[in-house]
């Protein structure tokens, strides 16, 4: 069965370093989403990508968050400099572009930031 | 905007009993409405979506979901609750058909389910 991989699964840093997450969606999936979820909240979406195409970013801290899905595959959210607010699950989410297709999501990533 | 409303936080039932986990949603055009069902420290799983068509909707581990329009609803639902369906459930609506339409998540609800 097809799944959406994300890396690292768990990951710990220091306040005001870098970090990045690693997003490989569904093979055959245009859309991608990355979502964050605080502990015991709903997802909330950061950006979404149509191939390579941001969609909507407006969720985005820009200031120190990025996302690019450069050839339209795989994507990378990298935060820089890490706060203590940004401790949360990361979630990668992938679907069909058109109709009225659900999300299909992969493992999450826990950041801890100390 | 879109959006999604999950009125309970925790909803407690025995097991064997019927469980309903509620949903209601906005949105300006025709509805797609989803559920997903979370574990600790995993992501989200599909449960079921609701189209268009006949309002019951039954997807995974039998739940089923109840759509009614005039209520705006999307009720959750099962039968005979088991232990196993304890987790933190997510009610979710697409804003439409284009692939610029985003998925909106409510704010969950744990449901506990007592032996």
């Known amino acids: 069965e097809a799944e959406v991989a994300q890396s690292p699964r768990y990951k710990i840093t220091e306040k005001s370093q870098a970090v990045a997450f690693w997003c490989d969606p569904i093979?055959?999936?245009?859309?991608l989403y990355w979502y964050r979820q605080i502990l015991g909240q709903g997802p909330e979406l950061l950006v979404q990508?149509?191939?390579?195409?941001?969609?909507?970013d407006s969720q985005l801290p820009k200031d120190r968050f990025s996302a690019e899905r450069l050839k339209g595959v795989d994507s990378t959210l990298k935060i820089q400099p890490a706060e203590l607010g940004d401790s949360a699950m990361y979630l990668c989410?992938?679907?069909?572009?058109?109709?009225?297709?659900?999300?299909?999501f992969g493992q999450g990533t826990r950041l801890t930031v100390v | 905007a879109q959006s999604v409303a999950q009125p309970e936080d925790q909803v407690n039932v025995a097991e064997g009993n019927p469980l309903t986990v509620k949903c209601t949603y906005s949105?300006?055009?025709?509805?797609?409405l989803f559920w997903y069902v979370q574990y600790p420290n995993r992501g989200l799983q599909f449960l079921l979506k609701?189209?268009?068509?006949?309002?019951l909707v039954k997807g995974s581990y039998g739940f089923e979901a109840e759509f009614n329009k005039s209520q705006t609803s999307f009720h959750l639902k099962k039968p005979s609750a088991l232990v196993s369906d304890s987790a933190l459930y997510f009610c979710?609506?697409?804003?439409?058909?284009?692939?610029?339409?985003?998925?909106?998540f409510g704010s969950g609800t744990r449901l506990s389910i007592r032996p």
């Open positions: 609701y189209i268009t068509g006949d309002n």
């Open positions: 949105v300006s055009g025709n509805p797609y």
């Open positions: 989410a992938s679907s069909l572009s058109r109709g009225p297709a659900g999300a299909f």
């Open positions: 990508f149509q191939d390579e195409s941001v969609v909507d």
């Open positions: 979710a609506v697409r804003d439409g058909y284009s692939s610029a339409s985003k998925i909106i």
């Open positions: 093979s055959g999936h245009a859309t």
